[in-house]
């Protein structure tokens, strides 16, 4: 077992780990900060497979401002009180039940597919650089980056709109 | 590392993200589980755009197989941005309205 191998089940036991903790913390905060370190070890992921201006833009997008925007809602709300246990248990086990069986089934239909089998390039390839990216970026997928300019536009307004004082 | 590596990961992460949206009443953790599917879908994009860039360079060593799902990937977080901006003051105003944030209390439609 290389070290790539074994730096791709470290990522994958920390990403795994840190998601169900962030599902069931009972804190507001907690489930915040361990879903910062999902993003972290999601980004270990893009290194790994040597896409790194995903990586970065992943840390930065998600890390670094959407985290923090949550983190600002929650602490500046004063949201951080546990949550009251009023639902059901048995609403909790069919939710519990339900996720666990799509992924079952995923799985399951997945498992056997001929393409299964199909190596993925790790730590090579020069697809993942800024470099690559930006040529087709600013070439080929020129209309879709302006609409999302105006997409952020209308986002910001939006969120300016509905969130001020009445 | 083999492809399904990366599949059965991303079913994994994304079936956490729905169970969590399943099970808490938080909205705010609701919120942040479907930014966890949503991560789980560009992992996955992500490694299958490495496997198709392998497959197509051994015939091409300067290919640029992979690069739009990349691109796509980038895309979901632009759209990912904007979406919880709106989203987090939705769920402001929600707050300053009914003072919870317990998606139960928004079950007025039924009645």
Redesign the interface.
Known sequence: MGITQLLFWILTILTLGSALMVIFSKNPVHSILWLIVTFFSISGHYVLLNAQFLAIVNIIVYAGAIMVLFLFVVMLMNLNMPAAPLKKKWLKFAGVLSGGSLMLVLIAALKDTESMRREVLMQTGDIGLINSLGMVLFKDYILPFEISSVLFLSAMVGAVVIGKKT | ?????????S???F??????V?????V??I???V??ML?AV??LL??F???H???A?TFDAAT?????A??F???I??????????G??????M?RNTHS??V?FLNRLKH
């Open positions: 590392m083999t492809i399904n590596h990366y599949i059965f990961l079913v994994a992460l079936c956490i993200g729905i169970i969590g399943l099970t808490r009443r938080n705010i953790i919120f942040m589980c930014e966890l991560n560009n992992l992500v490694a755009s490495k496997m860039y392998l497959a360079s640029k197989a992979g690069t739009d990349q691109l990937v980038f895309f977080m632009v759209v990912a941005a904007a979406e919880v901006s709106v987090l003051a939705i769920i402001v105003m707050y944030i317990d139960n």
